[in-house]
């Protein structure tokens, strides 16, 4: 079975259970369209990976896992496209949920998914009792308070910001969450996949900034957002080139990272693969052309 | 200790470790404002008490499970209170979080709150792997889909809706929690446990909705709400003299489902007084005052 086949079937187990004749159909339906059809599922890849290479031996476990940080990274998408936040129409080139649905679905179908992914470790976590408190521990962590993705979402409601906190706990936690859950799901020390984890979530804001700028997202959302709602932004914060020079070095760093382990090679591939997804060498060339050109009209 | 040290001391735990040096300090700010002061604390004080009844053997995991429930109602009181459904100014005699906050952080408020409701949940279980999953599953069943108290929330977008579906998964299905978490935190069976709980979430709900109509809460929630909104009420099905009626066939049917235990009085004490903190016998004399006088009304 493919990666993706996996992750949309893991995905779509949740749903069985959630989507009882009692269930409210439209929440339902707002649920699905939240997460189905999805993005390029990058978190659960990361997990899936991680557990492979530590040996995966439950991976009921690891499906869990891998769709229960799918399912907050949705449901943090849903509340942050809502009026209050971006204002978003579109989001991986449809509707948003509060757009097609409303807002008050749209709140509580984030609420939902939140709960969702929650009961979906819990009921793999039934068979891996031993596992259970320490995946759930870090899938919190990724989410929620001190440091999770909500809690770096809230720091744009702080009248004084570091980047670098912000941009760790708003993309890099959940990151970080997934490479160290899928070590865990499989029975094995987190720590050492915790700095691609790391890395490659900066990477991944670094790359959404930089997009924001340029004006030029393929992953069908909103551009010049983080001006208009006046977001740190390491674009902002560096210039674009030095924000595309701080990213290569972030691949980098996270090519790196990756522990001795029999897929090392497959799993630097992925984040080279992803790196490319998400900032193509051709927009780096693009900027490098720009900003040599900008540089020659300031000497002229 | 009393009931209610234990308790507020249960809900201030998780605070601790959510409050670090790294944490937004206004997001946590707008969440001590959810939870602290309380009001009733009813979840929780259902939960203990029904462990202790159950022969509690692991306070740790019982304040965790009955702070998470409590945490988890503050949740659902946060967003309930924003614009797109309540609009509240007030909630317990104080300003809403997302008046006193503003949206965007009302909005996280609720989230961080779920999160840190499993976050301590988590963090007790590890040291009772083997009722983990089962309390976790109670307590999702009791907040998301199909029967939770968000999905009960959102009846209220749906165009049809069953008013005892609605009124059980909107305020019963986190009572049954309560009842049933705490009967798993003490290691034993919660299926004796799940009428209590369900009988007296939906009076509960009852009560509310008789408030409502009578513009005379003391809870510290604006009135009228139901009318205004058009959600489903018992009071306007069965009108007013006929839902006093419908709680205390509730109230009852609570009372006499507390099964045969060494606290079995005590419990139904807590029952009868919650009964009439939630709907005082002096304002049930009133509805039948009135009713009495406008039938003479209508005859004459």
Not at 132 to 160: H, K, S, Y
Not at 237 to 252: P, S, T
Request: hydrophobic share 40%.
């Amino acid at each position: 079975m493919s990666m993706m086949t996996r992750i949309e079937q893991a995905l779509s187990q949740p749903f069985m259970v959630a989507d009882s004749a009692t269930a409210p159909p439209r929440l339902m339906a707002a649920m699905r369209h939240a997460v189905f059809p999805g993005g390029a599922r990058i978190r659960p890849q990361l997990c899936i990976a991680v557990a492979k290479a530590c040996g995966e031996d439950a991976p009921d476990l690891t499906n869990a896992a891998a769709a229960s940080i799918e399912l907050l990274h949705c449901a943090s998408l849903v509340h942050d496209d809502m009026p209050c936040f971006d204002d978003a129409d579109t989001r991986r080139g449809q509707t948003t949920v509060h757009k097609q649905f409303g807002e008050p679905l749209a709140l509580l179908t984030g609420d939902a998914l939140i709960v969702l992914a929650y009961q979906t470790l819990a009921r793999a976590g039934a068979r891996h009792p031993h596992r259970l408190a320490r995946l759930l521990m870090t899938v919190c962590e990724g989410t929620g308070t001190p440091d999770g993705i909500v809690a770096g979402q809230a720091w744009e409601c702080e009248p004084r910001v570091q980047l670098g906190r912000y941009q760790r706990a708003k993309t890099g936690a959940l990151f970080v969450a997934s490479t160290c859950a899928g070590a865990q799901a499989a029975g094995t020390d987190p720590e050492p996949w915790r700095r691609l984890g790391d890395a490659l979530g900066e990477a991944y804001q670094v790359a959404d900034d930089i997009r924001d700028v340029m004006g030029a997202d393929q992953l069908g959302k909103p551009v010049g957002q983080d001006a208009q709602h006046g977001r740190p932004s390491t674009a902002a914060d560096l210039g674009l080139l030095g924000a595309v020079d701080y990213f290569r070095k972030l691949i980098q760093s996270a090519v790196q990272s990756v522990p001795a382990c029999a897929s090392r090679e497959a799993m630097q591939q992925l984040v080279l693969h992803e790196s490319e997804r998400l900032l193509p060498q051709s927009a780096c060339d693009q900027i490098a052309v720009q900003h040599a050109a900008s540089q020659r009209r300031a000497v002229a």
